[in-house]
């Protein structure tokens, strides 16, 4: 079993379009983030959630939402999409939030096309 | 900005070992020192981490040195599946007690037949 599953792997879509990428993790963790990798490979976290509360959220701007209906997901919906909006988004989660041994497992990645 | 500074790139013969240094030189005395790795167009894995002594799994081994100011990764026989940008990281505090993982340029391993 997949241990961090993202949904879709692939996204195309047209500026202006609002979409949602989905997340789902089986290992019990009671941490999720959200992390964009842009087109010159740097990693950032964008959002991180500890039971179903926003934790962090780094200067994003107010078209994505993150959403954690209960502890196993962390969906990410992104209004008014724009040419900038293109990456691969990285969903991970972790056993606890800000502990010495917080390691993260991070899913597969939405590789988000906007044209 | 990420707290640790890598070299850009590496080759590696396979069967060698891989040895990967990291400069951590403004690290605090309780922070952990963490490893991940991507392999390409795949998500970023948890390599290893550790404090100050040196620590051993089953895919690598971290040495630290005594002043905690630099760490050196050790894939002990690479493979050519070892191929990936490997990641030193420093956690840092976003705020109270909360931490993020600052991921920067990491380390372009490449192991070569």
């Known amino acids: 079993d997949t241990a961090v599953s993202q949904t879709p792997k692939y996204l195309v879509t047209q500026m202006g379009n609002d979409k949602s990428i989905k997340c789902e993790q089986n290992?019990?963790?009671?941490?999720m983030y959200w992390y964009k990798q842009d087109s010159k490979k740097f990693l950032k976290i964008m959002f991180s959630y500890n039971n179903k509360e926003l934790i962090i959220n780094e200067t994003v701007p107010n078209r994505f939402s993150p959403k954690s209906p209960d502890k196993a997901h962390l969906n990410l919906h992104i209004n008014s999409l724009e040419l900038g909006d293109s990456a691969v988004y990285f969903c991970?989660?972790?056993?606890?939030?800000?502990?010495?041994?917080?390691?993260?497992?991070f899913g597969p990645g939405t590789r988000l096309t906007v044209l | 900005d990420a707290k640790t500074t890598q070299p850009t790139s590496m080759d590696c013969a396979e069967g060698r070992a891989a040895n990967l240094p990291c400069n951590h030189s403004?690290?605090?005395?309780?922070?952990?020192v963490y490893w991940y790795r991507q392999i390409h167009s795949q998500g970023p894995q948890y390599i290893i981490h550790g404090l100050k002594n040196n620590e051993t799994n089953e895919m690598a081994s971290l040495i630290i040195t005594e002043d905690r100011k630099s760490s050196t990764l050790i894939l002990p026989h690479a493979t050519l599946r070892d191929t990936a940008v490997y990641y030193c990281i420093v956690r840092e505090s976003s705020g109270g007690s909360n931490y993020k993982l600052t991921f920067g340029k990491g380390t372009l391993l490449t192991v070569n037949p």
């Open positions: 991970a989660s972790s056993q606890e939030f800000g502990g010495y041994t917080d390691t993260q497992y």
């Open positions: 290992l019990g963790h009671d941490t």
């Open positions: 403004t690290i605090s005395g309780n922070e952990y």
